[in-house]
């Protein structure tokens, strides 16, 4: 892992706590902060492997909160507005109840070369 990567990760740790401390008074938090710091100085194996799990943990994160938002978009707000579409457009939605023995449509239309010079 890039010695980079792992000093930016570590700052980053170091001012969340710094920033709960702010919001939460707990003084054990300025000490986290401060360990965080001064593990970022040295290249270390302890700070490779917090920057590891941090990534790593930040990766679950990501899987676990995009699935849960696109999850919340589906139920509360597209769900919703397909009903409202059905309720005000009866027609519109009556064609998808259709019992069909084909949806295939016969194009009555007569193609010439110029047709397929231009196709947009």
């Given at each position: 892992?890039?010695?980079?990567t792992?000093?930016e990760?570590?700052?980053?740790?170091a001012?969340?706590?710094?920033?709960?401390?702010?919001?939460?008074?707990?003084?054990?938090?300025?000490?986290?902060?401060?360990?965080?710091?001064?593990?970022?100085?040295?290249?270390?194996?302890?700070?490779?492997?917090?920057?590891?799990?941090?990534?790593?943990?930040?990766?679950?994160?990501?899987?676990?909160?995009?699935?849960?938002?696109?999850?919340?978009?589906?139920?509360?707000?597209?769900?919703?507005l397909?009903?409202?579409?059905?309720?005000?457009n009866?027609?519109?939605?009556?064609?998808?109840?259709?019992?069909?023995?084909t949806?295939?449509r016969v194009?009555?239309?007569?193609?010439?070369?110029?047709?397929?010079?231009?196709?947009w």
């Amino acid at each position: 892992m890039e010695r980079k990567t792992v000093i930016e990760t570590l700052a980053v740790l170091a001012l969340a706590a710094l920033l709960f401390n702010l919001w939460l008074g707990h003084a054990w938090l300025l000490y986290l902060a401060t360990a965080l710091l001064a593990l970022a100085i040295f290249p270390n194996p302890l700070a490779t492997l917090i920057t590891k799990g941090w990534l790593k943990f930040s990766e679950v994160l990501g899987a676990v909160m995009s699935r849960l938002i696109m999850t919340l978009i589906f139920f509360f707000f597209l769900t919703p507005l397909a009903f409202v579409y059905r309720l005000f457009n009866r027609a519109a939605a009556d064609h998808f109840l259709k019992k069909r023995d084909t949806y295939w449509r016969v194009a009555e239309e007569k193609f010439t070369k110029e047709s397929f010079e231009k196709p947009w």
